[in-house]
């Protein structure tokens, strides 16, 4: 088992301000602080990303059924556009997108592409554009599928044949923090546009656009005429008129195109009003003395502070007082923006009662110390055993370094919350 990542720095760790002085250090979690500028804004301009892509300075960054292509668990690995040219062609930006979808055909397969930004520390330079400089980076997922399958099998068989593998598995939790950030968005992006293959309004075939950052349901497709192609990557005869779709409410006002989801969680650690002891939860199907803090999604029409205040009654009867938001964290498993709290219970609303929400196979209040000790010892992800000879058998085991639970835990013994000028 690999060793737990350093995790990312965050923004100006040595800049001192009002701000830092009162509530500290910014934290920066695991799958964040990406070293790439998203330059969200050229996603819409074609004359830039035909540049991008073709650039000899681009990565493409593959994904086989959402698993990035690696060296090993701890490395990613990069390809060129020379190796992904008999998937995408010279160049998948070389029309509009305007043209694109006038001349929409949902029976030829188009390659996922998203690009996800430039590195503008690259030593090789990268794209010169407009005052913008950097190595560009797109996301590819070659998954054997519809018109491109052959293709994509050539490319998965040229990648083993050099020694690279497409690392499987849930959680890709090895990277060095600057890889997790960007496998996190590639792979955020491309699941999210593999679950929304068709329009959540009419049903209809959708259409990957703004560099793979939006989806748009075409008001035409050509696949209904007699000389639309299934087979290859090439389009329909577009000197006929293409099938006019059913209306759309999609296609009018501000609701024309649908954009990526993140949900929204909180999870907090929740102290006694005497920061004593800390509430920790656990599911049946956690490994034995595996605990962490308690989480739950946002519900439409609530805040975060609400949220952690319903969720931790839900699931174990306590009543929560202050709720202070401390980080947050990506999680691509698939698009979540976890919120983490630290909160203090209200006088009297330390009970615990598992019987509201069967959740929870166990919750307890658990002694400051012990957790310190587990912060220490007992670390490790689900389906791994702690690494430190210092760790016993049957003492509390708490989550990795890379999830924002055990962040969380570790603000809480450093001491957040306490004394003169408490951020709760």
Known sequence: MPDQPDLP???????????SRRFGKEVANYFSGSPLNRVSFLRTD????????????????????????????????????????????DD?????????????????TIPQLVFLGIDEKSKDGGLQWKVYRGAPYFALDVTPKGTVEKAS?????????????????RLNSSLPASEAAIFAQARSFLDWNARNPFCGQCGQATLSTNGGAK?????????????????????ANTSLPPTQRPPCATRHGVHNLSFPRTDPTIIVAVLNPTNTHVLLGRQKRWPPHWYSVLAGFIEPGESAEEACRREVWEES????????????????????????????TVPGGDGIVLEHDPELEDARWVEIGEVRLALEVGTAGLGEEPRDSRYRAGGLRLPPKTAIANRLLTAVVEGFGEGEGSKI
Not at 317 to 341: D, K
Request: net charge neutral; charged share 10%.
């Open 153 to 169: 099998q050539g490319i998965i068989a040229e990648m083993h044949s050099r020694g690279l593998t497409f690392l499987g598995g």
């Open 92 to 108: 998948p930006y070389s029309r509009t997108e305007s043209q694109l979808i006038a001349e929409y055909n949902s029976s030829v």
């Open 9 to 19: 720095e965050p923004a100006y760790p040595e800049l001192d301000s009002m701000l």
């Open 317 to 344: 009867g306590v009543r929560l007082g202050r709720v202070v938001i401390q980080s947050t964290q990506p999680w691509p498993y698939p698009a979540n923006l976890m919120i983490g709290a630290i909160a203090h």
């Open 215 to 235: 989806r748009t349901c075409p008001p035409a497709d050509l696949s209904a005429l007699p000389t639309a192609t299934a087979q290859g990557t090439g389009s």
């Open 46 to 89: 074609h004359h830039f990303l035909s540049a991008a892509v073709q650039h000899p300075t681009t990565s493409f960054l593959l994904f086989n059924n959402l698993a990035p292509l690696g060296k090993d668990p701890g490395t990613l690995a990069y390809v060129r556009h020379a190796d992904v040219k008999p998937l995408i062609g």
